[in-house]
């Protein structure tokens, strides 16, 4: 049974810094494309950053030079450190993980709350 358990998230004022983690389980980690996801109140789940099996990663613009995204293979953990928080952050963040082809899959973690206080 795969399993994706998110924390790090809650209450930080603007300007401030918060990292999550997922920690993953039930898949070959190291094979897997993560990704982290954000869905603001009343909005839809959009991309935040993701990083592939070869640590390339990619961001929103709206992210880019705040946050970082990476990977510890080791530890089967995701992390995503975001800096300079603006309260358009706010929002519930999911952990994602998708499977190298020729396997296949989806799997998305239950999300962490992280509030930014103007």
């Known amino acids: 049974q795969v399993q994706l358990v998110e924390s790090g998230g809650g209450l930080v004022q603007a300007g401030g810094s918060l990292r999550l983690s997922c920690a993953a389980s039930?898949?070959?980690?190291?094979?897997?494309?993560m990704g982290w996801y954000r869905q603001a109140p009343g909005k839809q789940r959009d991309m935040v950053a993701t990083?592939?099996?070869?640590?390339?990663?990619n961001y929103s613009d709206s992210v880019k030079g705040r946050f970082t995204i990476s990977r510890d293979n080791a530890k089967n953990t995701v992390y995503l450190q975001m800096n300079s928080l603006i309260p358009e952050d706010t929002g519930v963040y999911y952990c994602?993980?998708?499977?190298?082809?020729?396997?296949?899959?989806?799997?998305w973690g239950k999300g962490t709350l992280v509030t930014v206080s103007s």
């Open positions: 990083i592939t099996i070869d640590e390339i990663t």
């Open positions: 039930g898949i070959i980690f190291s094979e897997n494309t």
């Open positions: 994602n993980a998708r499977p190298m082809w020729p396997k296949t899959g989806n799997y």
